[in-house]
């Protein structure tokens, strides 16, 4: 059965989205007065107003043609975390006809490497702080490093410049000295499938895939959601809104470099992501919305120095990278009057394809699908599924990528004959059209042929006043021939100062006993408990749960003391 969106189709603009951008930006009422912030950095209070960004997107724009030589199709990848002018950096490349492919920042220098070639990247644009491992990884690339740029102003002595191969991080010419002030000569209309970005995921199933996404995709997507919104009355316009994501992932680049142009609204940046500053921002700058992902969303309304600042601006919050608990959005709701709307996508989708809405029923719900969108349920061996049957979720729309760069075998597995996506996540839909992603495909736990799904455990426990975050995972139980599931907790830190075996024993008997009360059978924590320091997520947030699983196997001798409850 094919599920589709409830709302109108609406016709994609035939542009670019570096021209879809700037049309809105000269024709946007909150764009009106030039003086409007764009961006506004969250630790020096740095302003990027829409003037200065429309004049610096363009004069970058031209020099990259004109004095770079860029040419059409050439792909640019930018290595750099958040600041305000990431956006200027990116868009510029897009309006000069290049594609860009982003780096995770974060990202070891043999990590690096690999995007670099797989991307085929002619350009690199690096954070002048990480740029020693990014010219390590150039190096492994064989990536010349006479083609590389700071984001930074460049020395003064061209002599500390040295010559190819002689270069420091603080010695690469700067791409915003590359501007050019002759006026910015608008190109012929890209073609809308053209790509315009490579955006890797999360690689976590080996090495990561390069998606990528068309200059249509990214009009559709933004399109999409702005009727969506549009039509609930619940957009942004005229808000501040907290930059706290990557902007090299496909989440924030949708979000704060794309849609804040679209509807008119002023973000915060985090160039990181650190608990006290970002509720003295919220204070401080009035912020109204904040895209985060759940562990932060959880520690956000758990954290007893929430208490200490002034959060009442802060009337919305919107969840994505994984499933969050209804309990937990009606908790939130009920104690802090924030509403907590959930979401769906992927970067294979630009990012988005479920929001919910005010009207929505069930606080659990991911949403229902944007316009243009339809869905299926399949299961294993591929049969269509009904109202309520659980089975993967697959999706078709405008919005879904050209393909895996270099990997026509994986495009195929991924996007099928009739042109659906198989996005890999479990869930199913309800008779009122709202979805539910109950886990990963490939990651649920199989007890004597039962399937569990650990999200569904670790949205219970991450419930629990005791508990700051939690991965479930599988592991063998040589008893019982079978899979049975296993929680990695982190406390809260409250409960992480009594470190006691005694205490720690009867906290773990507490948290299986809360989760047995609410599965199935074949769904207990049979596994048991076990208390770590943090998990491991990737830049979006996602559990990197098959890294979580191999790391915790491998101490699982020295932590044998902290492990109990085996049923």
């Not at 610096?56 to 040419?71: I, M």
């Not at 007890?447 to 455990?457: C, N, R, S, T, W």
């Not at 809260?492 to 009867?506: E, G």
């Amino acid at each position: 059965m094919i599920f589709k969106s409830i709302y109108p189709s609406i016709d994609i603009p035939a542009l670019d989205i570096g021209q879809f951008i700037l049309q809105h930006i000269d024709t946007h009422e909150f764009w009106q007065d030039r003086t409007r912030p764009v961006y506004i950095d969250a630790a020096t209070a740095e302003v990027l107003t829409v003037g200065q960004f429309r004049t610096q997107v363009t004069e970058l724009a031209s020099g990259w043609r004109h004095r770079v030589n860029l040419k059409p199709g050439t792909v640019v990848a930018m290595v750099s975390p958040n600041t305000i002018f990431f956006g200027v950096l990116t868009l510029s490349v897009i309006l000069a006809g290049g594609v860009v492919a982003f780096v995770n920042p974060t990202y070891t220098a043999g990590e690096m490497a690999y995007q670099l070639q797989d991307s085929g990247a002619h350009y690199m644009v690096v954070d002048n702080e990480i740029a020693t491992k990014t010219l390590e990884a150039a190096t492994m690339a064989e990536l010349p490093h006479s083609r590389i740029y700071q984001t930074g102003p460049s020395p003064s002595d061209p002599k500390e410049r040295g010559g190819r191969g002689g270069m420091t991080g603080s010695s690469l010419p700067s791409i915003m000295e590359q501007r050019d002030t002759r006026p910015w000569q608008q190109p012929p209309t890209i073609p809308p499938n053209t790509p315009a970005y490579i955006c890797y995921s999360s690689g976590t199933t080996g090495l990561s895939k390069g998606v990528v996404l068309t200059h249509r995709n990214m009009v559709a997507n933004v399109s999409q959601v702005n009727a969506f919104t549009t039509h609930n009355q619940n957009t942004h316009n005229g808000q501040t809104l907290a930059g706290v994501l990557p902007l090299f992932h496909t989440y924030a680049l949708h979000l704060l470099l794309h849609l804040n142009f679209i509807q008119g609204f002023t973000t915060i940046i985090f160039r990181k992501f650190r608990f006290e500053p970002f509720l003295q921002a919220v204070e401080r700058f009035r912020i109204h919305c904040a895209y985060l992902v759940p562990p932060v969303i959880v520690a956000l309304f758990k954290n007893p120095l929430t208490k200490l600042y002034d959060l009442s601006s802060l009337n919305r919050v919107v969840s994505g990278a994984a499933p969050f608990s209804a309990e937990l959005v009606k908790e939130i709701l009920d104690c802090y009057h924030t509403r907590v709307h959930q979401g769906y996508g992927l970067s294979e989708a630009s990012p988005v394809v479920l929001f919910t809405a005010p009207q929505t029923q069930d606080l659990g719900s991911v949403g229902i699908l944007i316009p243009n969108m339809e869905a299926k349920f399949v299961d294993g061996k591929g049969k269509e599924l009904g109202y309520g049957e659980q089975g993967e979720l697959c999706i078709r729309g405008p919005n879904v990528m050209l393909g895996y760069l270099n990997n026509p075998e994986a495009t195929a597995q991924t996007i099928d004959a009739d042109g659906f996506l198989h996005t890999g996540d479990l869930g199913y839909v309800d008779e009122n059209g709202e979805f539910y992603i109950t886990d990963r495909f490939k990651e649920l736990i199989k007890y004597k042929g039962f399937q569990v799904p650990p999200a569904e455990l670790e949205a219970i426990l991450v419930a629990h006043p005791k508990v700051r975050d939690v991965v479930v995972i599988g592991v063998n139980d040589v008893q019982q021939i079978t899979e049975v599931p296993r929680a990695l907790v982190v406390l809260q830190p409250k409960y992480q100062r009594d470190d006691s075996q005694l205490s720690r024993a009867a906290v773990a008997q507490e948290l299986i006993a809360y989760v047995n009360s609410q599965v199935a059978h074949h769904k207990h924590l049979r596994g048991g408990v076990y208390f770590i320091d943090a998990i491991v997520k990737s830049a979006a947030g996602k559990i990197l749960r098959r890294e979580m699983r191999e790391m915790h196997l491998k101490s699982i001798q020295a932590r044998e003391d902290e492990g109990l409850g085996m049923a």
